[in-house]
Nanobody
């Protein structure tokens, strides 16, 4: 399983970027993917996770602003980021695991498979 994020960069809070993550060697029915972020000097925190049936879960800090989705035909995981705040500045990682409930993966922010990450820097 390989994960590759893109779409990061420096953005203003009025912009609503989308982070795509391309997956290879991945079958949605076997893996639960999610997004984790790490701000400088802080621990990794689960942002959003999605189950194979489309169920989603979000961290409290992004609930109502971010949306996770997956395109099974393209093997792509997406994170739509709206109403950005400077405190959303972080390295964003696409991650996946299997055999563990998706909501638990979000809570722990701990996965076995990781992308290399993409930096998102938000300015007001």
């Amino acid at each position: 399983l390989q994960l590759l994020e893109s779409g990061g960069g420096s953005v203003q809070s009025r912009v609503s970027p989308r982070l795509p993550c391309a997956a290879s060697g991945y079958t949605s029915r076997r893996y639960c993917p999610g997004w984790v972020r790490q701000a400088q000097g802080k621990d990794r925190v689960g942002v959003a996770a999605i189950d194979s049936d489309g169920s989603t879960s979000y961290g409290d800090s992004v609930k109502g602003r971010f949306t996770i989705s997956q395109d099974n035909a393209k093997n792509t995981l997406n994170l739509q980021m709206n109403s950005l705040k400077p405190e959303d500045t972080a390295m964003y990682y696409c991650a996946a695991d299997r055999g563990v409930p998706y909501w638990w993966l979000l809570l722990r922010g701990s996965y076995n498979y990781w992308g290399q990450g993409t930096q998102v820097t938000v300015s007001s």
